[in-house]
Nanobody
Framework: VQLQASGGGLVQAGGSLRLSCAASGLTFDDYAIGWFRQAPGKEREVVSCVSTSDRTTYVADSVKGRFIISRDNAKNTVYLQMSGLKPEDTAVYYC????????????????WGQGTQVTVSS
């Protein structure tokens, strides 16, 4: 199983980025996907998760109204559209997969990508 996160970069506060998580080596439709982030000196936190069917999503309060998660099962890809970015969104963003149909509990996720850096300047 491989998860490839991409789309990170440097952006000014208020800007937008779209992260992509491309999956291979698994039956993508059978796995819920989550986005997590870890800032320097902080613990990893859940950002947003989406069920296998794309009908159930979770969005952390800290990004609610600014981030949208979606998935395209035909392309084996999950997206995280981020807008209204703030300096406190600066972190390495990871995507992860769980065999469960839905979860927002980090310990359920057994497959992790390598992460993509998002840096928001003030």
């Amino acid at each position: 199983v491989q998860l490839q996160a991409s789309g990170g970069g440097l952006v000014q506060a208020g800007g937008s980025l779209r992260l992509s998580c491309a999956a291979s080596g698994l039956t993508f439709d059978d796995y819920a996907i989550g986005w997590f982030r870890q800032a320097p000196g902080k613990e990893r936190e859940v950002v947003s998760c989406v069920s296998t069917s794309d009908r159930t999503t979770y969005v952390a309060d800290s990004v609610k109204g600014r981030f949208i998660i979606s998935r395209d099962n035909a392309k084996n890809t999950v997206y995280l559209q981020m807008s209204g970015l703030k300096p406190e969104d600066t972190a390495v963003y990871y995507c992860a997969a769980t065999w469960r149909k839905y979860s927002d509990y980090p310990f359920d996720f057994g497959y992790w990508g390598q992460g993509t850096q998002v840096t928001v300047s003030s």
